[in-house]
């Protein structure tokens, strides 16, 4: 787990040997990387930006395919942004029935992110793909605030659009 991680971690400055050893594999490794990233709050240490504008730079040289780039990072954002949310939504779900996590966030506070998101939720969603701690942050307090599934993924994706394609 330990060389995983590693291997993840160090994507970025290490591209060029990590295409190397996996040859065509080296897509399935840009995936996961993007996909944990984003689907997983605790993961937000793996370098999202930077494996995107390297792999732009092989893409450049001739060592990887655009459109395939293309589609794998969105769907990647769009998967791991959906995961991350849903996980948000379990969590909201159990903290009706946990006195930890009710003592932990407020209901106050929960009131003022559900009208932040409701007032702001398509600018927040589409654009904190650009602000690295948001990028996690807000699919999951979207999904912890019980905002709607359908509009996240619309304004989702339009972000990870946005984001791959700048």
């Known amino acids: 787990m330990e060389q995983i991680l590693q291997v993840l971690n160090n994507i970025d400055t290490s591209l060029h040997y990590y295409f190397e ?3 065509i594999a080296i ?3 840009l995936f996961l990387v993007i996909y ?4 997983f709050v ?8 930077t494996t995107v504008f390297a792999s732009g730079t092989f893409t450049a040289m001739g060592e990887l395919e655009l459109w395939v780039l293309f589609v794998l990072f969105i769907t990647a ?4 942004d959906s995961q991350n949310f849903l996980i948000g939504k379990c969590v909201g779900k159990m903290r009706s029935k946990n006195h930890f996590l009710i003592r932990l966030i407020s209901e ?3 009131a003022k992110t559900r009208n932040f998101l409701t007032d702001y939720g398509k600018v ?4 904190s793909r650009f602000v ?5 942050s807000i699919p999951f307090v979207a999904g912890y605030t019980g905002f709607a599934y359908h509009s996240f993924f619309s304004f989702n994706l339009i972000g990870g659009l946005i984001w791959t394609t700048v």
């Open 21 to 23: 050893v996996y040859g």
């Open 27 to 29: 897509y399935v490794l």
């Open 36 to 39: 944990c990233k984003t689907a």
């Open 42 to 49: 605790v993961l937000t240490f793996l370098p999202g930006d």
């Open 77 to 80: 954002t769009a998967l791991g």
């Open 108 to 110: 106050e506070t929960v």
């Open 124 to 127: 927040a969603i589409i654009f």
């Open 132 to 136: 690295p701690l948001m990028r996690t």
